[in-house]
C-alpha cells in the first residue's frame, strides 16, 4: 500500500470539502484506487475459486467506486455527521455473487465466503441486509480485511438481485440519493409512490423467500416459489420500461 493510513484519511478529510476535490487530490485518490484494484484482483480469484469448486448456478461480477462516487460519499457522511474517514470505508473494491438460491443456500454461500478467507488469515464482518434493508434493499454482506484495507462481498439472491438493479435504474431517473432514503430529485408525489411501491414489493418478495425455503418440498413452499417467480416477471417489465423511459431522456 504506497499511502499510509493517516495519509488516506488526511485525502479524505480534503475530499469532502466542496472545493477540495484539486488535481493534487484527485491524483492521490486515482492512485489509492490503484491499490484497490490490486486487492480486489486477489480477491475475486478467492471466489472465483470458490464458485468454480461448487458447480452453483452464481454469477460473478466486481467493481471499484469511481472517484466521483468516493467524493459524493465522503460529503454526505460530513453532512449526516457520520464518520469521514476514507481510511475506513468498506465497500471502495466490491465483489458481487448473486444466483438462483435459497436463503438457506445464501447462508451457507456466506459461511464458505468467510471460511476461505480466514483461511488466508484474513478477518471477516457479516452484515444481514435482509433484516435490515435499507430503502427495500436486501442481501447479505461479508466485509473481508485484507491487511489495512477492505473488500465488500455482496450474496444476493436472483430475487434481491433483479429488485437492486430495478432500483438502481429508478434511481438514475429521480435521483440516486433516493437509494440513502432522500427525496427524489424530480418526480414529486409521483416518484415517492413508486419508491413506496418498491419498498413494498421488496417485503413481499423476502416474505415469499422465506417461505418457499422453510417449505421447498411441501406445497405451500411450491405456491411460494410460483409467486416469487410471478413477482420476478413483473419487476422484468418494470425494468423493461424503466429503460425505454430512459432512453426518452435527454442526456
Not at 467506486?65 to 468516493?70: E, M, V
Amino acid at each position: 500500500m504506497s499511502m499510509s493510513k493517516s495519509a488516506i484519511q488526511r485525502l479524505g478529510k480534503r475530499l469532502q470539502e466542496p472545493d477540495g476535490a484539486t488535481d493534487d487530490a484527485l491524483s492521490q485518490l486515482e492512485e489509492l484506487l490503484i491499490d484497490y484494484d490490486d486487492l480486489l484482483s486477489a480477491a475475486r480469484g478467492v471466489i472465483d475459486n470458490l464458485c468454480d469448486a461448487l458447480s452453483w448456478p452464481l454469477g460473478v461480477t466486481h467493481r471499484l467506486k469511481t472517484t466521483d462516487t468516493l467524493i459524493q460519499k465522503l460529503r454526505r457522511a460530513k453532512e449526516k455527521g457520520e464518520s469521514t474517514n476514507l481510511a475506513r470505508v468498506q465497500d471502495i473494491a466490491g465483489i458481487r455473487v448473486s444466483g438462483d438460491i435459497t436463503l438457506t443456500e445464501q447462508n451457507d454461500l456466506r459461511d464458505m465466503i468467510i471460511e476461505a478467507f480466514t483461511k488466508q488469515g484474513h478477518t471477516c464482518t457479516m452484515r444481514d441486509r435482509r433484516e435490515e434493508p435499507v430503502v427495500g434493499y436486501r442481501a447479505v454482506h461479508v466485509i473481508v480485511t485484507l491487511g489495512s484495507q477492505y473488500v465488500e462481498v455482496q450474496i444476493r439472491t436472483t430475487a434481491q438481485d433483479l429488485w437492486a438493479n430495478v432500483f438502481e435504474r429508478i434511481a438514475d431517473i429521480f435521483g440516486r440519493d433516493i437509494r440513502y432514503g432522500k427525496d427524489p430529485e424530480i418526480g414529486g408525489q409521483a416518484a415517492k409512490d413508486v419508491i413506496a411501491g418498491m419498498e413494498s414489493m421488496s417485503e413481499e418478495l423476502y416474505a415469499l423467500e422465506k417461505l418457499a425455503d422453510e417449505g421447498v418440498a411441501t406445497p405451500g413452499g411450491q405456491e411460494a416459489t410460483l409467486e416469487v417467480q410471478k413477482r420476478l416477471d413483473a419487476l422484468r417489465r418494470v425494468l423493461r420500461q424503466i429503460e425505454t423511459i430512459k432512453g426518452g431522456l435527454p442526456t
